[in-house]
């Protein structure tokens, strides 16, 4: 068979942003490859990349605009997952009803009553123009996403340290690393094309490969050594290593005199951390955390790779400055084949946030709280001076818990989904009930959207132009590869009808600029305003991605930071105290919890749970260690409770090694047996981070009518 | 850098680095010779033959995409020998394997005149399409063996090592540990091995049954239960050698 059509683009799903060539007949991707010479993954692709596109013709999208047939309340507000329960409306109607309920709630409430969630899945054109419509026609900054809920600690801790939020080196310079470090992360699951990078550097080019995690990863199988910390207690392992570094004269101090602060408040906070005190915290020998330190400590090139097991944490900043100071600690930054590397979860999640869908920044983080900032941003938007809210916004969690009379009344809804990705559902539900208005822009019905008045059908990755910025900063084209399915349209056209028509009933004399003709123009508005987007247009990126920052129309991009001064000049050490998870296991919920995600789904599932990805992976499975499972009496493929202080859920146990012993973990792509539902909604105190990787639970024994789909099994050998 | 190495390819002096290949010398001076197993970016393991060349003074013909130069080279890429070679090796490809998917090989068997019914007691290889798995078919009676499948799961790749070879000789196919169906074996489903199969034997199932003549409505209703009762049918393992 011959394609119509071969469209390169970007990968849809992992912050690695592979490149895609999508080979099309009678408008169906039928074939998805990669060139072998792409500069992301020279050729390679994962199961995602390579078969998960097919949601976007599933017959369960939604390609009309709906409004619901009941009118509903808040206090009462029930879910609608069947399409008899929606009428199909024209586009006029979706958004005249939108606009108008809006406007009302805001002219009756004011901006604190206005919030939004944007989308790491969407464009940066289209991340840019919510927080614009939110700020400028709102007058809030009630907007945020799921940054929030995954690397919000790193992006914190880095600004701190570094002030700079993002990976510092380009993932494949791994094959130059002596030395790396991953920690929190299931690379080959969640990052697999940056893993057989790691796996090629550690077979063919001779680098060794520290993994501090706990649970048996597949990397673990590529590693010299293997530090199995209890959940929660990154910061004694970490700061342990820093302790023999300093006390082995392994720190290298010419790089701290020239590039660092704060080292003596530091190095006297890193006395407590002996080798011993760390063992007795999270049960890893100290021969181990010694070893690991001579190790990385003593490498010419060494790079931190880290993924949400290290900010999912109440103490998810402290947990992220363990690892920075060990960076700064050993001179391990600003060079090729070093790096502090968080591994960025969704495809655009660097680009959502560097567009601004932030309640603290503005685009490029500039703080909304900054005069300077503020006005710039007035002159650009045709504001009056002091028109824009010069007040921090609201996070994603806290906007669902300001949802009540005088707090938040109408949420604004584009591709998340929080009644699968919040922590502590149960509560997210009641939230959700209490809702007065609420706009629900997505592919498909999904747990949150169900809850919608109004339902405006967008277009996939694959229906409409834009960008994507990977986790190593570059800036990649997302090409229209076939027409808008039905009668959905892309995000950055919705938004756009959808301000006019709230300007035009706010009366505002001035627009603040909604009449662009394609995204191009869009990226270009936000290159003028954002420096380290200011060389990117299009035209320069149509072959290959540019690596921010490019200050500059010729300027080639920057593939790693930090060379000459980090961003807040000098980087600055940490010091850390040890603080416990919020919630330890004890005798009623013996086990820790931790979440996460699998190789085959992504994150609430209303993607690969409407692909024929499904088929793989079926249900949600509870990893549990063969020891722990002998003791509970329960065999692999048997249905199980599992049960916190929060919820309960029934799926079948998956007894393998690859859960350490007292450690289980769920994947939360399930909404038959939905993690969160279990999980704890206390915060990291600064960085507002939920705690997803620690929550007690126990464990019991369940009946196979207790499984929502018994059925859905698939037996599989991979590891 | 690299020494320059000197040699001579059907007359024309040519130079390059040392360690080169005689393909990569021969075709940084516009000399194509023609490649079936071979892939950029894999590892080569001249398998299949066709790039083979005349090297003066060598008793065999010598393939051209592992054979690396060496200085006073003397070689003829497409000499009388060469072609015949060519010919035959196409021949008893064509002879046993399913090559319709395959536009290269088909165009190298006109331009070597290749007559395939010289064996007529020839048997093909047809092996039943395997659909044990949501992603992608396996039809063997389309594979030529090249190995690159088995390559970018193992170390060119993947690192996965879910497929290699099995049986020997004339039942020697691409399969599994136990000819376990797909999914229980290490596969991660990267389909890696799709993009570098040559002749169509590995495809995107979606590919496989709009061939087939369904159409894409047709295949975005087939049901999670439909699928796997397809699957079903099909998954019983391959009796003992495999292709035969």
């Known amino acids: ?719 | 850098m690299p020494e320059d190495i000197h040699l001579k390819i059907n007359g024309q002096a040519v130079s390059a680095p040392a360690g080169s290949t005689i393909l990569k010398a021969a075709s940084s001076v516009g000399v194509e010779i023609p490649t079936i197993c071979y892939h950029d970016y894999c590892t080569s393991n001249g398998l299949c033959r066709i790039c083979v060349v005349e090297v003066s003074g060598a008793r065999t013909l010598t393939p051209a995409c592992v054979a690396k130069v060496n200085e006073g080279m003397e070689i003829q890429t497409d000499s009388p020998r060469v072609r015949r070679a060519r010919k035959t090796i196409l021949e008893m490809l064509a002879a046993s394997v399913d090559l319709s998917d395959a536009p290269d090989i088909q165009a190298m068997l006109v331009e070597y005149q290749a007559q395939p019914d010289r064996y007529p007691d020839a048997q093909t290889r047809s092996p039943e399409v395997i659909q044990d798995n949501p992603m992608y078919i396996r039809d063997y009676a389309k594979c030529i063996l090249c190995w690159r499948c088995v390559q970018v799961c193992a170390e060119d790749a993947q690192f996965t090592y879910a497929i290699n070879f099995s049986g020997r000789g004339y039942r020697t196919q691409i399969g599994t540990f136990f000819n376990r169906p797909i999914p229980e074996t290490t596969c991660v489903f990267c389909g890696q091995c799709i993009g570098v199969c040559p002749t169509g034997a590995l495809k995107p199932k979606k590919q496989w049954l709009m061939e087939q003549g369904q159409t894409t409505d047709e295949i975005m209703r087939l049901t999670r239960s439909q699928r796997r009762a397809k699957t079903k049918k099909t998954t019983q393992p391959a009796p003992e050698g495999g292709a035969a």
């Open chain 1, 1 to 719: 068979m011959k394609e119509d059509r071969l469209v390169k683009t970007t990968c849809p799903f992992c912050g690695v942003g592979c490149t895609l060539e999508l080979h099309l007949k009678d408008d169906f991707i039928y074939r998805v490859t990669s060139p072998f010479d792409s500069v992301v993954n020279h050729g390679n692709l994962c199961v995602k990349g390579r078969f998960g596109y097919d949601f976007l013709y599933s017959p369960n999208r939604v390609t009309t605009p709906l409004i619901r047939k009941v009118p509903q309340k808040p206090g009462a507000r029930t879910q609608a997952f069947d399409l008899s329960e929606w009428r199909e409306v024209s586009w006029d109607e979706a958004l005249d009803t939108a606009a108008d309920r809006m406007v009302e709630i805001y002219r009756r409430d004011g901006p604190r009553a206005m919030a939004a969630y944007s989308c790491a899945k969407a464009t940066n054109e289209d991340n840019y123009l919510l927080q614009k419509l939110i700020r400028a026609l709102f007058r809030t900054n009630n907007i945020d996403h799921c940054t929030r809920l995954c690397h919000a600690a790193s992006v914190v801790a880095l600004q701190m340290a570094v002030g700079s939020s993002a990976m510092s080196n380009t993932a494949a310079e791994v094959i130059q690393n002596d030395v790396f470090i991953v920690t929190g992360s299931n690379v080959s699951e969640n990052h697999p094309i940056i893993a057989l990078q790691m796996k090629a550097a550690v077979e063919k080019y001779g680098a060794k490969l520290i993994v501090v995690d706990p649970r048996r990863i597949e990397m673990v199988n590529y590693a010299a050594l293997w530090l199995a910390q209890k959940p929660g207690t990154d910061v004694p392992v970490f700061a342990a290593m820093a302790h023999v570094i300093l006390k082995e004269g392994l720190a290298n101090r010419e790089f701290i005199a020239s590039r660092t602060e704060n080292f003596d408040a530091f190095a006297e906070s890193m006395e407590k951390f002996t080798p011993a005190v760390a063992e007795s915290i999270s049960g890893v020998p100290q021969e181990l955390i010694i070893q690991a330190a001579r190790m990385y400590g003593s490498a010419k090139n060494a790079a931190i790779y880290w993924a949400l097991g290290i900010p999912e944490h109440t103490h998810g900043t402290a947990n992220a400055l363990s690892l920075i100071n060990l960076a700064l600690l050993t001179g391990n930054i600003g060079r090729v084949g070093t790096g502090l590397n968080p591994l960025r979860g969704q495809n655009n999640v660097q680009g959502a946030s560097d567009s601004g869908a932030m309640p603290w920044h503005y685009p490029g983080y500039q703080r909304v709280d900054d005069l300077a900032a503020a006005e710039k941003f007035e002159a650009a938007w045709k504001i009056e001076p002091g028109g824009l809210d010069r007040n921090l916004g609201l996070t994603t969690t806290e906007i669902m818990a300001a949802v009540q009379p005088g707090g938040v009344r109408c949420l604004y809804i584009m591709g998340e989904n929080p009644m699968m990705s919040e922590p502590n559902l149960n509560h997210t539900r009641h939230q959700m009930e209490q809702i007065e208005f609420l706009v629900a822009q997505d592919l498909f019905i999904n747990e949150s959207g169900a809850f919608a008045d109004v339902f405006l059908p967008a277009t996939s990755w694959a229906e409409k132009d834009g960008t994507f910025t990977n986790t190593d900063r570059r800036v990649q084209r997302v090409l229209q590869a076939i027409p808008p399915r039905g009668n959905s349209r892309p995000d950055w056209r919705i938004l756009c009808d959808l301000a006019l028509r709230i300007e035009k009933r706010l009366g505002r004399q001035v627009s603040a600029g909604w009449n662009y003709q394609h995204p191009a123009e869009i990226l270009e508005e936000m290159s003028r305003l954002v420096p380290d987007y200011a060389g990117i247009r299009y035209e320069r990126i149509e072959k290959e991605g540019l690596q921010t920052p490019v200050p500059d129309l010729t300027h080639p991009g920057t593939p790693f930071l930090f060379s000459e001064r980090f961003p807040r000049g000098k980087g600055k050490f940490h010091p850390l105290d040890y603080v416990p998870s919020a919630e330890m296991p004890d005798d009623d919920f013996p086990l820790i919890l931790t979440t996460g995600r699998v190789l085959e789904h992504w994150h609430g599932g209303s993607l690969t749970r409407n692909s024929w990805m499904d088929d793989l992976y079926p249900e949600a499975l509870v990893e549990i260690n063969p020891a722990d499972a002998a003791r509970l009496k329960i065999e692999s493929g048997q249905p199980v409770r599992v049960t916190s202080r929060r919820g309960s859920i029934v799926l079948r146990a998956n007894v393998t090694p690859k859960a350490v012993s007292g450690v289980v973990f769920i994947p939360f792509h399930f909404r038959e047996a939905a993690a969160n539902l279990l999980t704890n909604d206390a915060v990291d105190p600064v960085a507002k981070i939920p705690e997803y990787k620690v929550s007690a639970v126990r464990i019991t024994p369940a009946r196979e009518e207790e499984l929502a789909t018994p059925e859905a099994r698939q037996k599989r050998g991979r590891y």
